[in-house]
């Protein structure tokens, strides 16, 4: 039996392929940077083990954010050594799930797009350069927590109309000194942030939220997208639920550099499985 996971910050997904059956699974994210081992462990032992025959698993090939360093990735490592005791454990980074997802073995530019950012390009093998991945504060240009970042700081900029200022309290039911302290005084105000790209989405038709998507987007391909060697001879494929569900303005700002967008998952683990099964 072999046992995928692609962890992101919010939610990891497991595929169990057993022979010719599939059976899939969720739980919280286990993003090693946010989570100790011991929060890892309790997922693992708690949500997942019970759903599986742990000693029967011969491989773990598991993809996650936060998992570029080899620190972080041996955290992960460890943990699954420790519960799967009879397998082979292969933990990897978020990005090289996406791009076997996403290109399987051709040359590509990737990006992932969701709670956070990165993108990279990849031989049709293995990544050969990457780009962001410097967290909401300093990067992830793109990214749901960036476009909530970006939403929220001018909705307390009263950038919006008083009109659309009231309906956005209506919905998120925050005042500024509440905003403020959840900003700085919680563990992950990347996923607060994030949050809030749903209703950006939700309100895209506003001209003036149009402009903020565009605007983000823009930034996307001109700090990350356009560095790379070949970006506009090379497909370019976005995984994440930010990039699936904005995919419409990616692809409209990408016309502007010449850049032709190729596959748009929302989740990488179905091409993930295929790419296993194959392989």
Known sequence: MILIADSGSTKTDWRLINGENITQFSTIGLNPVYRSSSEIKEVLVHDLTPNIDRLNIKEIYFYGAGCMSFEKADK?????????????????????????????NKEAIVAILGTGANICHYNGKQI?????????????????AVIGKEFIKSYLNKDFSDELNKRIFKKIKLTKKEIIDLTYNQESPNLFFAQY???VFQLRKEPIISELIVRCFTDFFEKHVIKFTDYDKLPLHIVGSVGFYFSDYIKKVALNYGVHVDTVLEKPIAGLTLYHLNS
Request: hydrophobic fraction near 35%; charge should be neutral.
């Open 76 to 104: 992960i490592k460890e943990t699954l050594n420790g519960i799967f005791v009879n397998s082979k454990v292969n933990v990897s980074s978020d990005i090289l799930a996406a791009a076997r997802a996403a290109a399987s």
């Open 128 to 144: 050969t350069e990457t780009r962001s991945g410097l967290g909401y504060i300093l990067g992830d240009e793109g990214s749901g």
């Open 197 to 199: 790209s749903k209703y």
